[in-house]
């Protein structure tokens, strides 16, 4: 009994080892930032930042969403022989896809770095095309794998194409390739977890090309297109604007910034992979509804702290870590985890938008946020630089947060304590606000130490996060 309570869920270990090795995929090239940032003139590293904002529309457009379009058709069929045979089908799809999309650019290169911001050269944009080829046939794998409940399997393939890029970026970097280097780092280790992953798939369905799949699977991904073409305009398209309006130092201050507060999404992903999935089999429990309501709040107060801490511990990491150029970074990043926190807030609350045929609201919020961030950027970008760029995103997310929430409700009321979560609210938006006034380092660790107690005391005084047994108990039994 005792050994039963100690162990986890075998689904429980599953979600965190996804959660983990996602996490660790990111965080490495967070951990690599001082590295790059001594390696590359602040000028470069803006150049990479505009280019690193190519790759997200293009892996977008050449990805095409077959992943969610494998889970799509070969999750809801329970004839085995059926589910290798789509898998290997839209493999086979993928694999054109990439082809196609590697030949149209590395005609166009020359043509889009004419147009595109940052003074981009046709080679590092070959370098990047050629890495976007080959995301659909890394995609679609992984996800072969997720379907599998393969974790272990999942977690050294995107763990090891990490790590082996970030060494190969120190090689590089160390012998003067630059920006060059880093993208030439980031396609050998994308090759290489091609070819594994490839032959691996290959290996388990086979490939395969079906015109009736091939028909089905591009008319499912469009709207997934569609919706990853709006996401970029609140994820990216603030880099280009940047470059366009302001200058590349600009660029790269507030790419530092935007990388350290990526750290609450990163410390936050455990949970949420753990959550995402199991939400909707909570609400169909007895009182689904009041235990939903309590776990998104314990997300909430988890987000609020995470964001807390990340925000004042950020400035300090920025000043001793990195070229006394970034500094202002610090600055930025105060703005840019209140982003990040109204983005984690509006995926805990939106729940009620996944129920029933509710796409439609979905899609309609996010094109208003969108809107409202391209219109901020584009305005206040040219007078006011960085900060016009976050206060548009502030905007977007705040907007965002607001209909999703109230659309959810409408949808699928829970019941929030919600004057607690405004009074915790308060209080981490006071210890932000007190830290970014910190005039030493003595000064500002005291405030980190002093609000990491005041904010778990808080939460658990009240109960936003229940006492450890309880909450092992109530985990533990999902």
């Known amino acids: 009994m005792n050994r039963q309570r100690r162990s986890l869920p075998d689904g429980l270990k599953q979600t965190l080892l996804y959660g983990t090795s996602i996490a660790l995929m990111k965080g490495v090239s967070l951990l690599m930032l001082p590295f790059i940032a001594y390696h590359l003139s602040t000028e470069a590293f803006g150049r990479l930042e505009v280019i690193s904002s190519l790759a997200i529309i293009g892996s977008i457009l050449v990805g ?3 992943d969610h379009t494998l889970f799509r058709y070969a999750g809801m069929t329970r004839d085995a022989y ?47 095309m050629s890495m976007l080829a080959l995301e659909g046939c890394i995609s679609i794998p992984l996800g072969w794998l997720r379907m599998c409940n393969r974790a272990r399997h999942f977690f050294f393939a995107t763990t090891g194409r990490a790590v082996t890029q970030a060494l190969l970026v120190v090689v590089l970097l160390s012998l003067g390739r630059g920006v060059e280097g880093v993208l030439e780092a980031g396609l050998i280790a994308a090759v290489g977890q091609a070819l594994i992953l490839g032959y691996l798939h290959i290996r388990d ?59 609450v999404v990163l410390l936050m992903q455990p949970f949420g992979m753990w959550w995402s999935p199991r939400r ?9 509804q009041k235990t939903v309501a309590r776990f998104i709040t314990l997300g909430i107060a988890l987000a609020l702290i995470t964001t807390v801490l990340i925000g004042l511990i950020s400035p300090l990491l920025i000043n001793g870590l990195l070229p006394a150029s970034y500094s202002i970074s610090g ?8 982003v990040m926190l109204l983005k984690e807030m509006t995926e805990l609350t939106n729940l009620g938008c996944f129920i029933g045929k509710t796409t439609g609201t979905q899609l309609l919020i996010n094109i208003l946020g969108a809107i409202v961030g391209i219109t901020g950027m584009l305005w206040w970008t040219p007078a006011h630089g960085v900060w016009g760029v976050i206060f548009a995103l502030l905007s977007a997310q705040a907007l965002r947060l607001v209909l999703f929430f109230i659309a959810s409700q409408h949808f699928l009321p829970l019941p929030y304590p ?56 109530r985990v533990f039994s999902l």
């Open 64 to 66: 095409m969403g077959m």
């Open 82 to 128: 059926y589910r290798r045979r789509l898998a290997s089908e839209i493999f086979g799809l993928s694999l054109i896809i990439g082809s196609i999309a590697w030949l149209i650019g590395w005609l166009a290169a020359d043509v889009i770095a004419s147009w595109a911001p940052g003074n981009l050269t046709p080679y590092e944009l070959r370098l990047v």
């Open 205 to 263: 369905v086979g490939l395969g090309l079906s015109h009736t799949t091939g028909v089905s699977a591009l008319i499912y991904s469009i709207p997934l297109v569609g919706s990853g073409l709006v996401a970029f305009s609140l994820n990216g398209l603030d880099r280009w604007i940047l470059a366009d309006y302001a200058t590349l130092i600009d660029v790269a201050q507030f790419g530092v910034a935007a990388k350290f507060a990526l750290a």
């Open 280 to 288: 909707f089999e909570v609400l169909n429990e007895a009182n689904g």
């Open 331 to 338: 600055q930025y990043v105060l703005g840019l985890v209140i």
């Open 418 to 473: 919600g004057r607690s979560i405004l009074l915790m609210a308060i209080i981490s938006s006071g210890w932000l606000i007190l830290g970014s006034q910190a005039a030493t380092t003595s000064q500002q660790l005291l405030i980190i130490v002093i609000a990491t107690i005041t904010l778990l005391g808080t939460a658990l005084l009240l109960r936003l996060i229940p006492l450890p047994a309880m909450m092992a108990k």
